[in-house]
């Protein structure tokens, strides 16, 4: 179900940059306008906050049992920023790397009656990636991004498997190393010579890790789990060009 949220939010950003586009009524060039368009080339640095959705699958397995089940749906909030380099390459395209770091809540909670309440949380997470744009404006970049996120988790007895038979616990992994690929969309636009606001929509799938072990008969299971995280995060960049005239009028 993630997924397909993430699908519609990452195209429906693409829709609305088009959109944009169309109502500046931008020329087939760049050079078609008179005006000063400032260079993309240039490092930078930024900070920004961000939402998040961060959905689970858990798959139980012994030997004459298995199952497999969606996690109850976390979310929450985070603080990220991010240190990186532009290229512009001719009028209209951008390529970039960049790596960042994001202060995470995002919290999973479980609670029933045989057992208390339970929760995983994402503190922390480390990215490197890369990006592609095109400038739809002088000062206007729409761009594809992806990349490489380690994250670290933290469970509070969320992993731990209760036996109704025999009345024992389990204890599962109190922390866990995540990682894996991400993918987005995102718009960019000058404010100001050297500041610069994004807004970008991220969809990271995590790979799968082992949440809970046990293999002294007559107990022999292995729980896994894997996660999927939507975000939307808004970036406040400062940009490092040159303090003389960095604008040239394209005629």
């Not at 998040?52 to 858990?58: I, K, S, V």
């Not at 990349?147 to 922390?175: C, E, L, V």
Request: aromatic content about 14%; proline content about 4%; hydrophobic content about 40%.
């Amino acid at each position: 179900m993630l997924r397909q949220v993430a699908a519609s939010v990452l195209f429906g950003l693409a829709l609305t940059a088009g959109g944009t586009a169309s109502a500046d009524g931008m020329p087939g060039s760049i050079k078609d306008a008179p005006i000063a368009v400032p260079t993309w080339s240039a490092f930078y640095i930024g900070a920004g906050v961000g939402y998040g959705l961060l959905a689970t699958e858990n798959k139980y397995w012994e030997p004459n049992f298995s199952s497999t089940w969606k996690g109850e749906g976390g979310q929450g909030g985070f603080g990220t920023a991010v240190i990186g380099f532009d290229r512009q390459i001719r009028e209209r395209y951008v390529l970039g790397a960049f790596v960042e770091y994001d202060w995470s809540s995002l919290e999973l909670t479980y609670e029933d009656t045989d057992t208390p309440k339970q929760k995983f949380r994402m503190d922390g997470a480390f990215s490197v990636g890369g990006r592609a744009g095109f400038l739809l404006t002088p000062t206007s970049l729409l761009y594809l991004t992806g990349g490489y996120t380690w994250a670290r988790g933290k469970s509070d007895q969320y992993f731990d498997i209760f036996d109704a038979n025999t009345g024992r616990t389990f204890p599962g992994a109190t922390s866990l190393d995540l990682n894996g690929p991400f993918v987005g969309i995102g718009m960019e636009t000058l404010v100001a010579q050297r500041l610069s606001l994004r807004a970008e929509g991220r969809y990271t799938m995590f790979d799968e890790v082992t949440t809970n072990r046990f293999n002294t008969a007559p107990f022999v299971f292995t729980d896994t789990m894997t996660a999927d995280v939507l975000t939307a995060r808004l970036v406040l960049t400062y940009r490092f060009t040159r303090d003389e005239p960095h604008a040239q009028i394209l005629k």
